[in-house]
């Protein structure tokens, strides 16, 4: 049977070659095409060819690298001098060529990427731990915390400055050169007095008699109990002013409470029992 020859009908494209077989024929793509007939281009940017951050874009049957400054080649994989191809650094400059960049070593009165800006800030003009910020005609100061005007030299009196002051809970506050402090009640703590202290986790509870002790914001309040009286539950309250114990008992205050002692044939925590009753002789109907 006469085998017909494919090839003869150019069924590969894109430049492919043709290798006609039995029955059949096979086609031998170039780089970037694919499928039987190479007609499919192959995406090479699936597999990131371009380095260094480089940009790629597909087209048919290859692909090109978009290359960041500082990278050249098909796939940016080369670095450029930049130092022996473009002499970037003016004034005296030192150039150091570093991967995908460069760096200049500028003279103490240029500065800039390039030195080709003149450093005002070379006298350190900005007191106080300020900033100076070097500009194409000039500098500015950025002022640290606590200072301003133009070269950083005016303390700012926080204590009068901000609105409402910097001290909390009646806190008083004292000007510092570049800051200040506050002076808290003994009922406040930290920086600016805002931590309320918990008086009754102090060594000596300010509630006496082992009262109970509740804490409240920047202040305390006791719980007496019976028997005591006071801010601090530290006054005692004279029972024995009410004349508490009957049948001619004496009375004896004592802290938070009090005892009575009781006249012959009565007992009782207030002498109310008559002991004579207790051993009245029984008498029967």
Not at 41 to 68: M, Q, R
Not at 178 to 202: H, I, K, M, Q, R
Not at 260 to 268: K, R
Request: net charge negative.
């Amino acid at each position: 049977m006469l085998d017909i020859d494919e090839c003869e009908q150019n069924p590969c494209k894109n430049s492919g070659s043709c290798n006609n077989t039995q029955g059949s024929y096979q086609c031998h793509c170039l780089p970037g095409w694919t499928d039987t007939n190479c007609v499919t281009d192959v995406d090479e940017c699936a597999s990131s060819p371009c380095l260094h951050g480089g940009t790629c874009l597909n087209n048919n049957g290859s692909y090109t690298c978009s290359c960041p400054e500082g990278w050249t080649d098909r796939n940016c994989n080369t670095n450029v001098n930049e130092c022996t191809m473009f002499s970037p650094c003016v004034n005296n400059a030192t150039c150091t060529d570093t991967e995908g960049s460069y760096d200049c070593s500028c003279d103490p009165k240029w500065t800039g990427k390039n030195c080709s800006s003149m450093n005002y800030c070379l006298s350190s003009p900005c007191s106080n731990n300020g900033t100076c910020n070097n500009q194409p005609t000039g500098y500015n100061c950025t002022c640290s915390r606590g200072w301003s005007e133009e070269h950083c030299t005016i303390d700012i009196d926080e204590c009068k400055e901000p609105i409402p002051p910097p001290c909390l809970n009646s806190g008083n506050c004292t000007n510092t050169n570049g800051s200040f402090y506050c002076e808290c009640p003994v009922e406040w703590e930290g920086d600016a007095c805002e931590t309320d202290v918990n008086e009754c986790l102090t060594a000596s509870s300010p509630c006496l008699y082992d009262t109970t002790c509740n804490n409240t914001k920047g202040s305390f309040t006791c719980i007496c109990g019976s028997g005591l009286t006071g801010r601090n539950c530290e006054t005692d309250v004279d029972e024995c002013l009410t004349a508490p114990c009957l049948n001619n008992g004496t009375c004896n205050n004592t802290i938070g409470s009090f005892n009575c002692a009781c006249a012959q044939n009565w007992t009782g925590s207030m002498c109310e029992i008559d002991l004579l009753a207790s051993f009245a002789p029984f008498s029967g109907g």
